[in-house]
């Protein structure tokens, strides 16, 4: 029987993850189909439930469903618990286990596909919501020189700070001093189109301006093009976030090279 898989959003009809794991599915030679399930916002856990019941043996979650994810979990992957979200779920043996692959995400499109490590580099973090949160033990654990939330209102960005610890800092916006290697919009401004309140200071000589999100020019990467910075959207990062799930559930990696040239060609 072919394994079911599927991704819950609200909204979900843009998902192009259905499209990724079939791509990785026809790579690696797995039996499975992938559906993206448009889920009521206030029933997130009766539409996982039904899909379990229905065979079921795993989830990605986008937004605005990973808190109700990390709580629906019967048991948390070590960096979930940390990002405080969970974006992939397994149902095995009678239980619910989740995970977090955003920050893996992140850290292989960095390393991988733009030859950006960020051992030793300074790191400037923009935004202290969820997805800065799911990102932040991944960049640590590559030793970076240092690392700087920056968000709007304060106090969140030091709640961040305190609860990862590890030498992070934390300030606003209109605190923030540069220069820094790679600057990572992890804010909802691109969303809006709008441009987070920044000094074209941040940007040192080669840096990396990089935005989680993907599929259009933002106004932050266009900002960072103008201050000589190289720049980077959140296309890679999806990729290789699937291809963590993938592994999770598959047990194989697939080559996600050729799935990231297929999307920016469509």
């Not at 266009?222 to 976030?241: I, S």
């Amino acid at each position: 029987m072919t394994d079911r898989y599927a991704v819950f959003g609200h909204p979900i009809a843009h998902s192009r993850s259905p499209l990724i794991h079939a791509a990785f599915a026809r790579q690696t030679g797995q039996d499975m189909r992938y559906e993206a399930i448009l889920a009521p916002l206030d029933g997130f856990a009766a539409s996982v439930a039904a899909f379990v019941a229905a065979g079921g043996r795993g989830a990605n979650v986008t937004v605005p469903f990973k808190e109700d994810a990390f709580r629906l979990a019967q048991r948390l992957a070590p960096r979930a618990e940390r990002a405080g979200a969970v974006n992939t779920l397994t149902f095995a043996a009678n239980e619910i286990l989740g995970d977090n692959t955003d920050g893996a995400g992140l850290v292989a499109d960095l390393t991988r596909n733009l030859g950006r490590e960020p051992a030793g580099q300074r790191i400037l973090l923009l935004g202290a919501g969820g997805a800065a949160r799911g990102v932040i033990e991944p960049l640590l654990d590559r030793q970076p020189a240092a690392l700087v939330i920056a968000n709007r209102t304060v106090a969140r960005a030091q709640e961040l700070a305190r609860l990862f610890g590890r030498g992070v800092a934390a300030c606003g916006f209109d605190a923030v001093d540069g220069p820094y290697d790679l600057v990572i919009n992890a804010t909802a401004a691109s969303l809006a189109g709008e441009l987070p309140p920044l000094s074209p200071a941040v940007f040192a000589a080669d840096a990396l301006a990089y935005d989680m999100m993907y599929g259009r020019d933002t106004p932050f990467l266009a900002f960072a093009r103008t201050h000589g910075a190289a720049t980077a959207d959140g296309l890679g990062m999806l990729v290789e976030q699937a291809a963590e799930a993938f592994q999770l559930w598959r047990g194989v990696r697939p080559d996600t090279a050729p799935v990231i040239a297929s999307l920016r060609a469509a």
